[in-house]
């Protein structure tokens, strides 16, 4: 996790390092995701809207967020649980996508879509939603399940929209939503004793589990620019949440 967490550190501080933008942001960003919890990206190591523009009206954006995720759920296991399973963990975010320029003198509205990467870190089991989920799946009065896992990376598709209002040819609050829809590996095996009275004992290995990155993703921000005059996305930005 130590190696992990400098390599983030080290690409965040190239990122900053080497951008070129004129503009640049400051976000507060929320995850809600599919059956999981509230969580949030941790600053300074997020950074987004990094890009170039292909033509007037097309550009390329990309980034990297780190979030302290709360909880995420797993699928394609035998039963479902409306509650996370996994959490709370990292998670390091990596979109690639094309943005689809509106410009008028007073606003613009982006319209983007494409992938991403993710890859969760410092994972831990939710045993309180896990063996809930595992009591109703058996029936059972009690479970107390013993389990372990293998996190591997993960990939995904997202679409979303911003929206950001020139207050003056400086500044410009931004709006910001984006959906994402992925999966990734986490095979998970174990055992679970419960029942009632005798207790039973299962060995459990559910190799086909996935997480469920699917959720909402939206953010408030400023945008500042250096251009003057002209809106605060004359020249690309940068934003940091």
Known sequence: MNKVFVRIVAISLFAISSASAQDFGLSFSYFLPKNGYFSTPISPFSIRGLGFSLNRFVAFETGASLYRMSGLNLKDLPFESKSPLIGPNFTILVPAEIVFELRGNALQFDIKGGGFFFHTFGNKINYGNFDRALRGYYGWEV???????????????????????????????????????????FPVSGSVTGGGSPLATESLDYAEAKMDFTGLEFSIGLIFSSGGGNGPKKNYKKRRR
């Not at 107390?144 to 410009?172: C, K, M, Q, W």
């Open 143 to 185: 479970a107390n399940s013993d389990l372990s896992f293998r996190a591997r990376p993960g990939f995904g598709y997202h679409g979303g929209a911003e929206l950001t209002i020139n207050v003056t040819g400086d500044v410009g609050v931004s709006l910001e939503t984006n959906y994402f829809v992925g999966q990734a590996k």
